[in-house]
């Protein structure tokens, strides 16, 4: 897995880039293949029907940028758990994304998306981190 906006995104503070409240920016990596037990690779389009099995498939995504956090209803404030780097899981119904970007060039259509932190499901430190996880799952498959 290799992301192509990170680096340039963690060279951004939080004056660059002022996000809000309990919303992350994401890249999204792309999609694993899917695969029936007789290995044929199912088709990865997003024109599919909407209850195919690969648009239903998770969504991955590296943390680009993360909002200040927000207020408990006791008026505390709240850090958000997700920091820039990580890897997670999210809801694609939770996401917003984007035909184009302010201030990249080569934008690829789509791979950069806003969600709240509620939408992410699982997290992981690093894309290693997902690497290693996918190999000791598949391990002995």
Known sequence: METKYLNRFSKLSGADLPMRGDRILLELLPKLEVKT????????????????TVE???????????????????????ALDVKVGNVVMVS????????????????????????????CHIKWETVEAVEAYTEKLNAGA
């Open 92 to 119: 694609r119904f939770g996401m917003r994304t984007y035909s184009s970007f302010p201030g990249l060039n080569d934008y690829v259509a789509d791979t950069i998306a806003l969600a709240r932190e509620s939408d």
């Open 37 to 52: 037990k007789g290995g044929l690779v199912i088709a990865t389009s997003l024109t599919d029907h909407r209850s195919t």
């Open 56 to 78: 239903n498939a998770a969504d991955i995504a590296v943390v680009l940028a993360v909002g200040s956090g927000y207020y408990a209803e006791d008026g505390s404030d709240v």
